[in-house]
């Protein structure tokens, strides 16, 4: 299976701050994967999807980029509702594998 | 509008099975398929597996084969998990994940999740 490593697992950052999140996968994924967004006790949101296409509906403060084993995720001016826990999830093949998420808190 | 709407949690005694359902709507259900995240107390997410809601045909990651089906009813565009012989360990917040294909591409994304059906396994 390939492994997803995310970067931070946790950081802090105040309102207005550029914020960016790594995932490293283990092994060339093209640019099969997506960002998801979690708020404690919701669903995830995808944000993401195919390394830097944003979902419909998503703020352009969140950008992507990368292809084949290293990925961003950027915020480029952090929002108060933008502290939650972001994943990365490769859907280059199965098992479908995500990264053990990094958790963005309030300075 | 498409949405996916699980059952309620449970509170379940070892050894004891559970049937999480979610019922689709707003879209053509067979159109996608379903995937099944589990989400332990404090944990990340881990992908469990997904169901081909044309054929009916799961396909089960490593560590969710046995104890766990999938399945569907079509009649009423509904996914279910059950967990059978259920363990103090899969106490979890599980949730059913749409999975969109941008056609001709090879990209597919999980667009639309149910708000998660949180199985407790206490005695």
């Known amino acids: 299976a390939i492994q997803m490593t995310q970067s931070p697992s946790s950081l802090s950052a105040s309102v207005g701050d550029r914020v960016t999140i790594t995932c490293r996968a283990s092994?060339?994924?093209?640019?099969?994967l997506g960002w998801y967004q979690q708020k404690p006790g919701k669903a995830p949101k995808l944000l993401i999807y195919a390394a830097s296409t944003l979902q419909s509906g998503v703020p352009s403060r969140f950008s992507g980029r990368g292809s084949g084993t290293d990925f961003t995720l950027t915020i480029s001016s952090l929002q108060p509702e933008d502290f939650a826990t972001y994943y990365c999830?490769?859907?280059?093949?199965?098992?479908?594998?995500f990264g053990q998420g990094t958790k963005v808190e309030i300075k | 509008q498409v949405q996916l709407v699980q059952s309620g949690s449970e509170l379940k005694k070892p050894g004891a099975s559970v049937k999480v359902s979610c019922k689709a709507s707003g879209y053509s259900f067979g159109h996608n398929a379903m995937n099944w995240v589990r989400q332990a107390p404090g944990q990340g997410l881990e992908w469990m597996g997904w169901i081909n809601t044309n054929s009916g045909n799961p396909t089960y990651a490593q560590g969710f084969t046995g104890r766990f089906v999938f399945s569907l009813d079509t009649s009423v565009s509904t996914a279910y998990l059950e967990i059978s012989s259920l363990e103090a360990e899969d106490t979890a917040v599980y949730y059913c994940?749409?999975?969109?294909?941008?056609?001709?591409?090879?990209?597919?994304?999980?667009?639309?999740w149910g708000q998660g059906t949180l199985v407790t396994v206490s005695s």
């Open positions: 092994q060339g994924i093209r640019n099969d």
């Open positions: 999830l490769q859907d280059f093949n199965y098992p479908r594998t």
């Open positions: 994940a749409r999975e969109d294909n941008l056609s001709g591409t090879s990209v597919d994304l999980f667009d639309y």
